[in-house]
């Protein structure tokens, strides 16, 4: 997923991320779960799908942060979501 993100592709890095997380689920994979939805609301406000990146954000745990040119905090994230202005 993150690779397609990188290329632009984000609604196909998204179908890569939801199925991470379905596999996730599966094996019980928080860590991974949380990375996965930074990385995925990181696509969705991308798109300025800011709900849905919101969505994602809200159920990451508070300590949440992803590596993305600098480190990006969740509750940075989030701050962008309110702002609805993406970077």
């Known amino acids: 997923g993150d ?15 939801t199925k991470s997380l379905q596999l996730g689920e599966i ?3 928080e860590y991974y779960a ?3 939805k930074m990385f995925r609301a990181l696509c969705y406000l991308k ?9 994602d954000l ?3 745990s508070d300590s949440g942060s992803i590596w ?3 480190l990006r905090t969740r509750d940075e994230l989030i701050k962008i ?7």
């Open 68 to 70: 993305i040119d600098g």
């Open 58 to 60: 809200s159920s990451v």
């Open 3 to 17: 690779i397609l993100r990188k290329i632009g592709k984000l609604s196909e890095a998204i179908a890569c991320f």
């Open 81 to 87: 979501c309110r702002k609805r202005d993406p970077f």
């Open 27 to 29: 094996g019980g994979f």
């Open 34 to 36: 949380d990375v996965s």
């Open 47 to 55: 798109l300025k799908e800011f709900d849905l990146a919101n969505l």
